[in-house]
């Protein structure tokens, strides 16, 4: 699986603009604010049809402009696509697949696999349990397209269920729609739980191999957290959705009182454990981003479990974040599918064996017009 090449127009900082990567490294380098993330950005949005700095994708319009665009042509399972994206400043996206307008920008998701690791990434264990879902729920809606549009029908279920208790004292009327909306999240929260496990379980084998390679002389373990009466989340979709709606009916009243639902998937969280204590309450810096990076890389190797191939891997200026040793770690740990690195250091480049390099300057790419040595 392979990005050949990106084409820009008013995104971001580029005007116009159009890049062909090799397939192996392509190290994207330059001074700060010059575009380099941006073009990260755009790669990735092909993949997930999100802009990974801002949940609205017209905040990606070049300054001054109303329409931009994004098109990416890659091969995937041995076939060639190209997926455009149109942005508007005050209409939805526009998404094409090989020239094709989609009715659903579902119909797009997830054809280009990429597993993205930028700065935010390295805290990932230190932040809130938001992040850790983000985390799992943008790996498992490239990989299980079910997945996602499950998920977007129980955020929207979970926002009327939410606007129902919030609204209920001037309108408890409202109430009695309650229980539907209560059993419906329960039907898509027991689908939603069963995935989250039994990718929980394999990410957790492989990240602990990951780890172990960088820091030998530690043990990580990593524990799904969900509601407190599923007590087995590998069991069968109806059993969860029963163990969900006994506990919803037993906490009805709390909700009402609190004005907003209290429990299900969008809760969960990981429990991750250093030398079985948390990580995230004692874990050094060193620690936490040894941790997050084993995270990172063991989601790459679940992609390539899943369907035989690399997805594109895109770090976004982690390496200077990394001690040498991590440095060289990831660098070495990245010897098979495409990967798109940014940094601000050139002497990044002298590391790497294949590949390409490219310098960007004020929303201009320029290739170095050779292969790094």
Do not use: W
């Amino acid at each position: 699986m392979n990005i050949n090449c990106i084409k820009l127009e008013n995104f971001r900082n580029y005007k116009t603009e159009q890049v062909f990567f090799c397939d192996r490294i392509n190290v994207i380098y330059g001074e700060n604010a010059q575009g380099k993330t941006n073009l990260l950005e755009a790669v990735a949005s092909i993949s997930t049809m999100k802009l990974f700095r801002t949940g609205q994708k017209r905040e990606g319009l070049r300054f001054g402009q109303n329409t931009a665009k994004i098109l990416g042509e890659f091969t995937a399972d041995n076939r060639n696509f190209s997926i455009e994206l149109k942005l508007f400043n005050k209409r939805p996206t526009e998404v094409y697949r090989n020239g094709v307008k989609m009715k659903r920008q579902s119909d797009a998701k997830g054809i280009l696999k990429t597993v993205l690791f930028c700065p935010d990434d390295l805290y990932l264990i230190r932040t809130g349990a938001s992040a850790r879902r983000k985390f799992l729920d943008t790996a498992l809606c490239q990989l299980r397209p079910n997945y996602d549009k499950i998920l977007s029908e129980y955020e929207r279920v979970l926002a009327h269920k939410n606007k129902i208790l919030k609204d209920s004292e001037e309108k408890p009327e409202m109430l009695e729609l309650l229980d539907d909306f209560s059993l419906r999240l329960a039907h898509l929260g027991a689908i939603i739980i069963r995935y989250r496990a039994y990718y929980i379980r394999k990410l957790s084998q492989k990240a602990c191999q990951m780890h172990k390679l960088i820091a030998p002389n530690e043990s990580l373990n990593i524990k799904y957290k969900t509601v407190s009466t599923v007590n087995d989340p590998y069991v069968s979709a109806q059993e969860i959705e029963k163990q969900l709606v006994e506990h919803v009916i037993a906490h009805k009243r709390f909700e009402i009182a609190s004005k907003s639902c209290l429990s299900g998937p969008h809760k969960d969280d990981l429990e991750i454990m250093l030398n079985d204590v948390s990580a995230s309450s004692f874990g050094s810096q060193g620690q936490i981003r040894t941790c997050a990076l084993a995270l990172k890389l063991a989601e790459r190797e679940m992609f390539f479990d899943d369907s035989g191939e690399y997805p594109v891997l895109l770090l976004d200026d982690v390496l200077s974040e990394l001690d040498a040793k991590r440095q060289d770690f990831v660098l070495n740990r990245i010897d098979k599918g495409q990967v798109l690195i940014t940094c601000c250091d050139r002497e990044i480049v002298k590391k790497i064996n294949i590949g390409m390099s490219f310098y960007v300057q004020n929303g201009h790419v320029l290739s170095d017009n050779k292969n790094i040595k």
